[in-house]
T-cell receptor, first 113, second 112 residues
């Protein structure tokens, strides 16, 4: 079975550029979560969706960050414009029902120069 | 200047020994708990979960113990192997809530 799929796995960009991270959750899972992980702050929840609807985006750092889930099999996290402090590993996770076990993707390592 | 990151608790054990990783959770209303393993360069991997109506659950080489009285969760790994080296996170979910709250993690190192 395919797990959560994320792309790209690595992204290097320059400050001010737009960055789009992509996620395909496990088929049949109804909840999708975007996390950011850094050495300084650990694992932080940015936003999550239930049945493609954003439920809680209180973890999104700023208006530069936005996330969409146009259908049950695809979500994007966009940063525009990107800044060096956005450098981190971004994980997508999905679960069958929110509040239960989440399954994580391999992450996207973002470096903003 | 030098950046300061999270100082993860670290546990070092000899290969073949049993490991116990502990976690204190914060919310007495939490009713679902999960242990995750994160290897370097990978995403967190689901290991085992337990609901609050249980105090023990066993998997393959792993056991999770839950003590609700003192809000304590532990993960026991039997006969540790080099592949068990990773950071281990506990996560809790409060009844009715829709998101997990993760602990900061414990780094497990296996000595040959």
């Amino acid at each position: 079975d395919a797990g959560v799929i994320q792309s790209p796995r690595h992204e290097v960009t320059e400050m001010g550029q737009e960055v789009t991270l992509r996620c395909k959750p496990i088929s049949g899972h109804n909840s999708l979560f975007w996390y950011r992980q850094t050495m300084m702050r650990g694992l932080e929840l940015l936003i999550y969706f239930n049945n493609n609807v954003p439920i809680d985006d209180s973890g999104m750092p700023e208006d530069r960050f936005s996330a969409k889930m146009p259908n049950a099999s695809f979500s994007t996290l966009k940063i525009q414009p990107s800044e060096p402090r956005d450098s981190a590993v971004y994980f997508c996770a999905s679960s069958l029902v929110s509040g239960t076990g989440q399954y994580f993707g391999p992450g996207t390592r973002l470096t903003v120069l | 200047g030098e950046s300061v990151g999270l100082h993860l608790p670290t546990l070092s054990v000899q290969e073949g020994d049993n490991s116990i990783i502990n976690c204190a959770y914060s919310n007495s209303a939490s009713d679902y708990f999960i242990w995750y393993k994160q290897e370097s360069g990978k995403g967190p991997q689901f290991i085992i979960d337990i609901r609050s109506n249980m105090d023990k659950r066993q998997g393959q080489r792993v056991t999770v113990l839950l003590n609700k009285t003192v809000k304590h969760l532990s993960l026991q790994i039997a006969a540790t192997q080099p592949g068990d080296s990773a950071v281990y996170f506990c996560a809790e979910n409060m009844q009715g809530a829709q998101k997990l709250v993760f602990g900061q993690g414990t780094r497990l190192t296996i000595n040959p």
